[in-house]
């Protein structure tokens, strides 16, 4: 699946930013906030295995809402984008508080109403809507949500940003979009031993050994190291002792002289 992933708003050069700045009243400045997050939300799409586009209007080029819409609409139509994500924070009064995402109509309103939940386990939910008027939802090639993840001028949702963090505010939207928890497998052990099946001087001599245990059943290769003996007959990787003993034992069945050695 692909993804389009955009920041709402711009930075317009000379100090003038068009988003909401709720830096005031204890809380943080719209534009500059989701500016930081969309690297994360396009990470963990990745990691679940898709396709992410990142979009920032270049900063110091837009100088209008009618700037950003034409730039942010061509950038979305160069490419065929399963959903069309842009991200923005709310602002009212400094009072009101907690998330919400838009949609334009009944089509997108299942991603809407996903990413919306997760981010209800941080912060208010005030549900997913449908928007026709908007123009990000109303002029996009993709079917498109409009994220707002909280309100940037209230201090307690902004307390709640700064404690989950950038990665995990990614994640969350990421996971909604894509309807499931996004996990990471954890890491294998590397292989500490392998099986030395014969120390050669020469390569063709090595190839003769592997042909031997490959007949037998056995998966081997060449090792090169220094010194005068350079090829040695590698049968496997292990990360045990105990594994690789286990091998050593069939081998020496099967009439080989073998011993295991340390990586």
């Known amino acids: 699946m692909k993804y389009f992933i955009c920041v709402g708003h711009a930075n317009y050069g000379g100090g003038i930013i068009s988003s909401a700045d709720g830096t005031s009243k204890g809380g943080v400045n719209e534009y500059k906030y989701n500016k930081e997050l969309a690297p994360y939300v396009c990470k963990w799409l990745k990691t679940a295995g898709h396709e992410a586009t990142l979009c920032i209007a270049p900063e110091g080029q837009l100088h209008s809402l009618n700037d950003e819409i034409k730039y942010f609409i061509e950038e979305e139509h160069k490419q065929n984008y399963d959903l069309s994500v842009q991200l923005h924070l709310n602002a009212f009064n400094g009072e009101a508080y907690g998330c919400e995402v ?127 003996v350079p090829y040695r007959v590698q049968v496997g990787t292990y990360r045990t002792k105990k594994a690789a003993n286990k091998v050593v034992k069939k081998l020496k069945a099967a009439g080989f002289t073998v011993l295991v050695k340390s990586l």
């Not at 993709?142 to 940037?152: D, G, N, Q, R």
């Not at 990614?170 to 996971?175: D, F, R, S, T, V």
């Not at 003769?208 to 060449?222: D, T, Y």
């Open 102 to 228: 838009y949609c334009y109509n009944a089509n997108g309103l299942p991603e809407a109403q996903r990413i919306s939940a997760k981010l209800g386990t941080v912060w208010h939910d005030r549900g997913a809507e449908e928007r026709p008027g908007l123009y990000w939802t109303r002029k996009t090639k993709a079917k498109a949500v409009l994220v707002e993840s909280f309100f940037c001028d209230n201090r307690d949702d902004y307390a709640k940003a700064k404690k989950l963090g950038m990665d995990a505010h990614g994640k969350l939207i990421a996971e909604g979009i894509l309807g499931k928890t996004i996990t990471i497998a954890p890491a294998q052990p590397k292989a500490k031993y392998y099986i030395q099946a014969g120390a050669y001087g020469t390569k063709e001599n090595a190839d003769v050994m592997v042909k031997v245990l490959k007949k037998k059943g056995f998966s081997a290769s060449i090792r090169k190291v220094s010194g005068s």
